[in-house]
């Protein structure tokens, strides 16, 4: 039972544009969303986060979005970077646990110079 | 700051075998967790240890897994007998307290592939 969901296993963009890469989960009790990256050989490092209580949090290039009623996030890069080419994992954790993380399967985002 | 450290990198073991990883947090981190990740699939979470304490183990597989944190340091999981669906990335993680997860740091995994 996947209770988060990135149904793209893969998202290439060029250089510049916009990297669109969305989350969905099924779970109610999660109250804490976090994105993660991660490159070949390397450990996830966090990249942002959002509570549920708000519905967007924006850290330089990257944001992300919150649509509770729709159980949905997406994180968006722009502009896009070659070196944004990672593995993204879209994670949450449940209200009331402060350290279990769920993720999900990841997307390899490819951005072409 | 030294990050979290996890040898071997790679282990390539039989079926039926016996394969120890080890971990060492951050130096000072309370907190250390255990995750999996099986080929394709998401990234789960295996344990939580607080210094030597296991707080939660919820999601370890079956009792051929068995996870020790020494003295609260270093933390080493071993799996015996292992078997084919065992294969997959061995990701560890510390925090110094048990608040946000984004102050989870995590190492660069051990890749176990059993054959």
């Known amino acids: 039972d996947q209770q988060v969901k990135q149904n793209s296993p893969s998202l290439s963009v060029q250089e510049g544009r916009i990297s669109i890469l969305n989350c969905d989960y099924t779970?109610?009790?999660?109250?804490?969303f976090l994105w993660y990256k991660k490159y070949p050989a390397e450990g996830p490092t966090f990249l942002i986060s959002i509570s549920s209580i708000k519905d967007k949090n924006e850290d330089g290039r990257f944001t992300v979005f919150l649509n509770k009623s729709a159980k949905h996030l997406s994180l968006h890069i722009v502009p896009s970077q070659p070196g944004d080419s990672a593995v993204y994992f879209c994670?949450?954790?449940?209200?009331?646990?402060?350290?279990?993380?769920?993720f999900g399967k990841g997307t390899l985002l490819t951005v072409n110079p | 700051e030294a990050g979290v450290t996890q040898f071997p990198s790679h282990s390539v073991i039989e079926k039926g075998q016996t394969v120890t990883l080890r971990c060492d947090p951050i130096s000072g981190h309370d907190n250390l967790y255990w995750y999996r990740r099986v080929m394709g699939k998401e990234i789960k979470f295996l344990l939580h240890?607080?210094?030597?304490?296991?707080?939660?183990e919820s999601g370890m597989p079956n009792n051929r897994f068995l996870a020790e944190r020494t003295g609260g340091t270093y933390s080493t999981l071993k799996v015996q007998p292992a078997e084919l669906e065992d294969s997959g990335v061995y990701f560890c993680?510390?925090?110094?307290?048990?608040?946000?997860?984004?102050?989870?740091?995590f190492g660069s995994g051990t890749r176990l592939t059993v054959v």
């Open positions: 993680a510390s925090s110094p307290w048990t608040g946000e997860s984004y102050g989870y740091t």
């Open positions: 240890f607080v210094k030597e304490s296991k707080q939660d």
């Open positions: 994670a949450a954790k449940v209200r009331g646990s402060n350290y279990k993380l769920t």
């Open positions: 779970n109610s009790m999660f109250d804490y």
